[in-house]
């Protein structure tokens, strides 16, 4: 029998670098799947729908949304972005592990859904340097600095309620932690009961 996969979910502050995390760590372990989302703008020149997105119209979306059809979902400046729920399914169901990396509240949705998924925080080695990280993409003003750097605090509290904790120090050793957690999860006794059957079995020879 098939080993149903593993849903792996990533998320934390903005500015804990989850996008930089999750990219490495893709790229090192091909046999992760990224989770790709649904949603309702228009593909931009060079995306391909099932490959960057899969691209519905707004009444296909809402009505996916009335079905219960999405682990989570957000209208982002008028557009829907969403994660499916039947190709999350589709895909743990024929072994597959997938890799989701979202928001905190998103993520609060999906652990809803998914219970049995894997949810690791990832948090900044401090706050001081969340500030650095966040002040260094230049985009802030002091306001607005001041609005996430609230938001990351009580985002952080949140975060007690995942499973794994990961300190971004360095992105390498972030993606080896989050590498080691997805490998331990494979080695649980209950992923694991036909091993004890064989023996069973082969004592009963």
Known sequence: MKKKGLLIVVSGPSGTGKGTVCTKLLQETPELAYSISATTRAPREGEKDGVNYYFLTKEAFEKKIAAGGFLE??????????TPLDKVEESLAGGQDILLEIDIQGAMNVMAKCPQGIFIFLLPPSLKELEHRIR??????????????NAAKDEIEIGKKYQYVVVNDT??????????????????????QELFEVLEHEERK
Do not use: F
Not at 171 to 192: F, L, T
């Open 73 to 82: 979902h957000a209208n982002v400046y008028g557009n829907y972005y969403g």
């Open 136 to 149: 260094g993409r230049g985009s802030e003003t002091p306001e607005s600095l001041e609005r996430r750097m």
């Open 171 to 192: 992105v390498d050793h972030a993606v080896e932690q989050i590498k080691d957690i997805w490998m331990a999860e494979h080695c649980r006794v209950a992923k694991n």
